[in-house]
């Protein structure tokens, strides 16, 4: 595979002078202070050059590009797909990454063609693999998400630098405490607790760990064949889907709604919990927690 050539920065942001045309000074005897009316059209004539200038900024941000090396299925029905990407020639990129939870911006090389907005990721795989960056892509027409799940190997991105602490897991560590660990995730927000579980938080030197992994029906479920793993790394995992087809014996519904279902905590003041997924599931599962008496300070998120 060809080694995707290193860019260097782009220039820096062009300068934005002022012209300012002197006037006579007045005399200390006639001098006034700005009325307090002509504020805010002062504001409004200063609002368009801040604005220009954050615009500067924003496209100055620096992209490295970099080849694909693997692109394929991640789920039974094809919707979800995994999509790994070579940092053998970004050595310090993948060096940043230091934290379960972050993420970046990914965008496709237009060729020419269409300008797509780049789209914010998390890093799947752990801190520290290696000299790649996997991502968990659900392709969605008409955005980077279907052009990076119809790429192949060798084909090139570009990655913006990692963005985001990650899960802040010092407030659960060590696993004293919290001897308990709630864990939520939903679609492609599993990506996350990969990086997680596979990085590793001392899940087997605690009581109990739960994975609440909701899904529309197995076929749109990623990661299956990793679960064994997971397991056997101290997790128990429970798939709870929303459309299941009659043969499923498990629990249906959202993630959410099976923990509360079952709840079951023993200590609250030694459990914590870790949620990647849809707002209204990190909302219900937040307000239930601090109820039964969960410090708030012990729900991490990744952002």
Not at 179 to 190: D, H, K, R
Not at 239 to 264: C, I, M, T
């Amino acid at each position: 595979m060809a080694a995707a050539a290193a860019i260097s920065a782009p220039p820096g942001p062009p300068r934005l002078a002022l012209h300012l045309h002197p006037s006579p000074s007045p005399s200390p005897s006639s001098a006034s202070p700005l009325p307090m009316r002509a504020l805010p059209a002062l504001r409004r004539r200063l609002r368009p050059l801040t604005t220009a200038v954050r615009a500067v900024k924003q496209d100055a941000a620096v992209w490295t590009p970099a080849p694909v090396s693997a692109v394929g299925a991640a789920t039974a029905d094809g919707s979800i797909f995994h999509v790994a990407v070579d940092l053998s020639d970004a050595a310090g990129l993948a060096e940043s990454y230091t934290a379960p939870g972050q993420y970046l911006q990914i965008r496709v090389p237009s060729g020419g063609g269409e300008e797509i907005k780049p789209a914010f990721m998390a890093v799947a795989s752990p801190p520290g693999a290696g000299a790649r960056f996997e991502f968990l892509v659900k392709s969605v027409p008409g955005t980077t998400a279907e052009r990076l799940c119809g790429l192949r190997d060798g084909g090139v991105v570009e990655l913006g630098a990692v963005m985001g602490k990650g899960f802040p897991l010092e407030r659960i560590t060590p696993p004293d405490a919290a001897q308990a660990v709630l864990i939520f995730a939903a679609g492609t927000g599993i990506s996350t607790i990969r990086s997680l579980v596979e990085f590793g938080f001392g899940a087997n030197e605690r009581a109990d760990v739960r994975l609440y992994y909701g899904a529309r029906s197995l076929k749109t479920m990623a990661y299956q064949d990793r679960f064994k793993n997971w397991e056997s790394a101290g997790l128990k995992i429970i798939p709870v889907l929303s459309q299941p087809d009659d043969s499923w014996k498990g629990e249906r519904g959202y993630a959410q709604h099976a923990f509360l279902r079952a709840k079951n905590i023993v200590n609250p003041s030694s459990t914590g919990a870790v949620l990647c997924g849809q707002r209204q599931m990190q909302e219900e599962v937040t307000t239930a927690l601090v109820a039964d008496g969960v410090s708030q300070d012990k729900i991490l998120t990744n952002f």
